[in-house]
């Protein structure tokens, strides 16, 4: 039994008496005023394990008290940028994330993780529908399985059918246990936010190339690449750049999107006029960072960057956002910028 249950004998009777009934919680007298039949564990606060014991004129019945909350572990596929708060983990993704919770405990029998979302009710972690070893997959719309709708963030869609907001945006999980003997463990938490994804690669840039990059058309994406010289990203191109170098400035005027994800550029960076999307997220800039004019239908993202010189933004439709993951500038920070 758990340490917040209510034990209950019962005694046999007669007429003319009604047996006392006595407590001990491990081997020492526990005071139960009122009725003595009954007796609330959780008056007593019990942590760990312990036996509690109720004896009738010689004869007694034991039980043992699990009072030691079960844990659970969680494991999230690799993030964008993660910052870690007096309230817990946050973490920046910009597409579906997936987390594998694993439930243990002190005694034996199941554990069972559950989860919620921003305050939602709590669900059974079971793996992934179609795959129990599978971690549970997050996604801003759901994945659709038998006519159902599992892992949206956000309002719950619970059938394809359901019209309700996307789930972009920042939002909380919880996660918790309950053991065989019915504690339910504190919860744990972390935030994440969402992103919506970069543009699909037209061209893709693995490995080393020497010289200078100029993206004029289309989605040019460098995937842990080394790029030894300068960027540039002219009107209505795009260029997403996940753990990569760049060893010169990166230059973008009246780009479509710029992505810079986790990446190393050793120069400036300049944004002019971008229309689509700029998104800064875990990049290291070794010089002045400058986001002006930006049309973007959304706030450009400026997250958790390194930024070796000053940032200055100005004349952007939306203030940019750090997501709550401040930047570091060694540099000044003005203009629309001055609070990242």
């Keep these: 039994m758990n340490a917040d249950e209510v034990v209950y004998v019962e005694t046999t009777q007669s007429d003319s008496a009604q047996p006392v009934v006595s407590w001990l919680v491990d081997g020492k007298p526990a005071a139960n005023p009122g009725n003595d039949r009954d007796f609330d564990l959780s008056a007593l606060n019990l942590t760990g394990a312990h036996t509690l014991t ?18 659970v572990a969680s494991e999230l596929s690799k993030p964008l940028l993660k910052v870690q708060k007096p309230t817990g983990p946050e973490y920046i993704y910009n597409a579906p994330f997936t987390m594998g919770l694993t439930a243990t405990d002190d005694s034996a029998g199941y554990v069972v993780p559950e989860f919620r979302v921003d305050g939602d009710g709590w669900f059974n972690y079971f793996g992934w529908p179609t795959d129990a070893s599978a971690p549970f ?42 053991d065989a003997s019915g504690n339910i463990g504190t919860p744990d938490r972390f935030a994440v936010t969402l992103l919506r994804p970069a543009p699909t690669c037209t061209t893709t840039i693995t490995g080393t190339r020497n010289g200078p990059l100029a993206v004029v058309s289309g989605v040019t994406c460098l995937q842990e690449a080394t790029i030894n010289g300068p960027v540039s990203i002219g009107a209505g191109a795009s260029l997403v750049a996940v753990d990569t170098r760049i060893s010169g400035p990166v230059r973008a005027t009246r780009a479509a999107d710029v992505h810079l994800l986790r990446s190393t550029v050793a120069g400036p960076v300049s944004v002019d006029g971008a229309a689509h999307a700029a998104v800064l997220v875990g ?33 952007n439709a939306a203030t940019p956002t ?5 930047n570091t500038v060694t540099g000044p920070r003005s203009g629309q910028c001055a609070g990242l």
């Design 137 to 178: 997959r997050f996604t801003a719309e759901g994945t659709e399985i038998d006519q159902l709708v599992y892992g949206k963030l956000g309002v719950p869609r619970v059938v394809p059918w359901d019209n309700v907001p996307s789930g972009y945006g920042r939002h909380s999980v919880e996660y918790r246990a309950i």
């Design 322 to 326: 750090n997501l709550q993951a401040p």
């Design 54 to 71: 109720a004896t009738v004129d010689g004869d007694s019945l034991t039980w043992s008290v699990d009072g030691l909350e079960p844990e």
């Design 283 to 315: 990049t290291t800039v070794a010089g002045p960072v400058s986001v002006v004019n930006a049309r973007t239908a959304e706030p450009v993202v400026l997250a958790g960057n390194t930024i070796k010189g000053p940032l200055a933004c100005s004349s």
